[in-house]
């Protein structure tokens, strides 16, 4: 990607993320141009779905090859920003964030967490932060970076206490938003917006609305693993179907269209 248009699309997505904003999930081309036709404004990669694609289970099982690969794919086909997924930093950290800006992304998001492992002490993620923004620095991007904690995903004592503490210290460490996933407690999503010194992304869980929690100071609404799941229930349900029935109407229904397909990539 030309420098001057990475970097138009990095001060795009940043100017995004101080309204509103609904982030899909993607994993590859197709789920990109899919979204992009829909009229989302950007882009954010699921590391899960992009395992999955990969016939490998979610929690750090891709190398930092198999992330890369289908980024190249994406960026050439969309002209949206694109934030990508990199889970917590796989091997090296440092070459996963040069990897990501060097195939065009504009931001990341960051755990905080290693499978198995529990949450990182404090002191290593805002390292960690520090060390993501400084080789960005290094590359010549004001990368957005969408710290990601795992306060309440993995039911620690006192999460909202927590995740306040870790919303103060990587703002310090130079995070430009916290990301919370399994967060849905409308008080302390309240308290959550009221006391963070970063803006705050939830992620879509069943029953939840965008718009109401938008509506309590939300400033990001992911879809993250959602989309993928919804596709892997559809191709479920289609193929019990067809070979239980001789028949497809789940296929003929949800069918897109060889030509509007076609379409997309044309």
Known sequence: MQPHIQQALARRFRQLNQQQLLLPGIWDAASARLFEKNGYLA???????????????DGQQMTLAQLLAPLAAIIARTSLPLSVDIESGYEDLA????GVLEAGAVAINLEDSLPGSG?????SQCKRIALARAVAEDFGLALFIN???????LGVDNALEETLHRARAYQQAG???LFVPGMSSADDIKALVSASPLPVNLMALP???ANDWFA??????SLGLGPML???GLVDAMAAQSLGQGRWPLMEKHSFGFAKAQALFG
């Open 43 to 57: 882009l954010g990669t699921s590391s899960a779905a992009m395992a999955y694609s990969q016939g490998l289970a």
């Open 95 to 98: 070459e996963t964030v040069l």
């Open 119 to 123: 949450l990182l002490d404090l002191a």
């Open 147 to 153: 710290a990601r904690t795992d306060s309440y995903l």
């Open 175 to 177: 995070a430009d938003m």
């Open 207 to 209: 029953g939840a609305n």
């Open 216 to 221: 309590l100071g939300v400033t990001r609404v």
């Open 230 to 232: 919804a596709v892997l």
